[in-house]
C-alpha cells in the first residue's frame, strides 16, 4: 500500500521560510517522479514544483527563485524549501508521486502566510 505523509506546514509571517516534507512508503520511489501542488478554496489543484527521477526540475512561475524542491532517494522523502513566504501562497499543499500513469497523493498539508 503506497503512503505520502507530508509534514512542516503551519502559520508563517510573509517573507518567512517553511520546508514541507513528504515520507514515501510503499513505492518504488527512486523510480517516481514526484512533486508538491497545491490548492486554493474556488481554485483548481495547480503544480507548484516537480523533480523526475533523473534529477530534472520544473517550477511554476510564481514561486520559481523561491521555492526548491529536492529528494532524498535513500530516506524515500521529498523537500519543498519555501523562501520569501507571499500571502498568496496560502493553500493547501499535497505530496504527489507519479510512477508511469498512476498517481499517488499525500493528505495535504496547509501553509498559511499571514501579511
Known amino acids: 500500500q503506497v503512503q505520502l505523509v507530508e509534514s512542516g506546514g503551519g502559520l508563517v509571517q510573509a517573507g518567512g521560510s517553511l520546508r514541507l516534507s513528504c515520507a514515501a512508503s510503499g513505492i518504488g520511489f527512486r523510480l517516481a517522479a514526484v512533486g508538491w501542488y497545491r490548492r486554493t478554496p474556488g481554485k483548481q489543484r495547480e503544480l507548484v514544483a516537480r523533480?523526475?527521477?533523473?534529477?530534472?526540475?520544473k517550477y511554476s512561475d510564481s514561486v520559481k527563485g523561491r521555492f526548491t524542491i529536492s529528494r532524498d532517494n535513500a530516506k524515500n522523502t521529498v523537500i519543498l524549501q519555501m523562501n520569501s513566504l507571499k500571502p498568496e501562497d496560502t493553500a493547501l499543499y499535497y505530496c504527489?508521486?507519479?510512477?508511469?500513469?498512476?498517481?499517488?497523493w499525500g493528505q495535504g498539508t496547509r501553509v498559511t502566510v499571514s501579511s
Open positions: 504527489n508521486a507519479a510512477l508511469g500513469t498512476t498517481n499517488y
Open positions: 523533480l523526475t527521477s533523473d534529477s530534472s526540475t
